[in-house]
């Protein structure tokens, strides 16, 4: 039976690049992995996997009684359900280290760079394996989604010098344009519902014992979203209710401008205040500068929440 290898639920990008490539390289070493995914592909992943033709991994809820690999993640609320009926063999991941624990050592790469497949395509080196054209495409999209095309506050040298590798290998040169024409396809918003564009890229996060979920819509311009709005911040609020959540906040970050509308659903919006010096108005506040949920919103509500 294949170990499989497998991101965050709500898969972004990433997730579902890293899984794919890391699959690939495990196979190469002699091991028997297969991709996985925890949900349906959002439309960016879609477009990154067909524009280098690379199969979509299966979806996959349960993973009691399997091998597995955790990729862009290892916080248990992001995990399966049943994580803890699996048999975890390793974790690659760009994020703090959370709450997952193991009966017995692992393999582990957690950097702190700006996206998994940086982490990845740096094992292929260190481990002596060529990387495929394929996979050196979809790792320099996710690399581009998850720093911003490099704007990001979770963007380093390291990030850029493998996407310079990356692109050499897939022959991608324009990066700005292959970024934006990413983005754009991620910025589409009509004909989708409310609950799935606040699922595009969510998570959720236990902070001091209270549930805070964090959702991001990446967007080209923020007068995409104009006409459903309202939806938007009527949803979170029912989401907030559903979880039975302190907190759930929805980031409606502006790529050009480089910042974000934070919009909140809160048991107390004081909370964005405390975190951020911006008192939110109507249940939004604009915070200038702010792109990353990981490097810039996590670990701000997390000191207040404690």
């Known amino acids: 039976m294949s170990a499989l290898v497998f991101g965050h639920k709500n898969p972004d990008t990433d997730s579902v690049c890293a899984a794919i490539a890391l699959a690939d390289l495990k196979k190469k070493l002699g091991e028997d992995c ?15 996997l067909g524009k280098f033709g690379v199969a979509a991994p299966s979806v996959v809820t349960s993973y009691a009684g399997k091998d597995v690999y955790l990729v862009d993640h290892s ?6 359900d049943d994580l803890a009926e699996a048999n975890i063999l390793g974790i ?45 495409g979809i790792m320099l999209c996710a690399i581009l989604s998850d720093t911003v095309i490099f704007k990001s506050a979770t963007c380093t040298d390291q990030d850029k010098q493998i996407c310079a590798t990356l692109s050499e290998i897939c022959g991608e040169s324009d990066l700005e344009m292959l970024g934006i024409e990413m983005f754009k396809v991620k910025s589409a918003v009509e004909g989708t519902p409310i609950r799935e564009l606040v699922f595009r890229d969510y998570k959720d996060f236990n902070m001091g014992g209270k549930g805070v979920g ?37 980031m409606l970050t502006d790529i050009m401008k480089e910042g974000t509308e934070l919009l909140v659903a809160s048991d107390d919006e004081s909370v964005v205040e405390q975190a951020f010096g911006v ?19 996590v670990p701000n509500f997390e000191k207040i929440f404690g």
């Open 214 to 250: 964090i959702g991001q819509l990446e967007l080209v311009d923020l007068s995409i979203v104009d006409g459903i709005k309202a939806d938007l911040e009527k949803d979170i609020k029912d989401l907030k209710a559903e979880k039975g959540h302190h907190s759930v906040f929805l």
């Open 279 to 297: 008192a939110p108005v109507d249940g939004k506040a604009w915070l200038d500068n702010v792109m990353s949920r990981k490097k810039q919103i």
């Open 34 to 48: 297969a991709p996985a995914i925890q949900g349906e592909l959002n439309p960016e992943s879609t477009f990154v």
């Open 92 to 136: 690659v991941d760009h994020h703090k280290l959370g709450d997952v624990t193991t009966s017995q050592p692992i393999e582990c790469w957690i950097w702190p760079v700006g996206c998994t497949c940086t982490v990845i395509a740096s094992m292929y080196k260190y481990l002596g394996v060529e990387i495929p054209k394929d996979i050196a």
């Open 75 to 80: 916080d248990l609320t992001q995990s399966p």
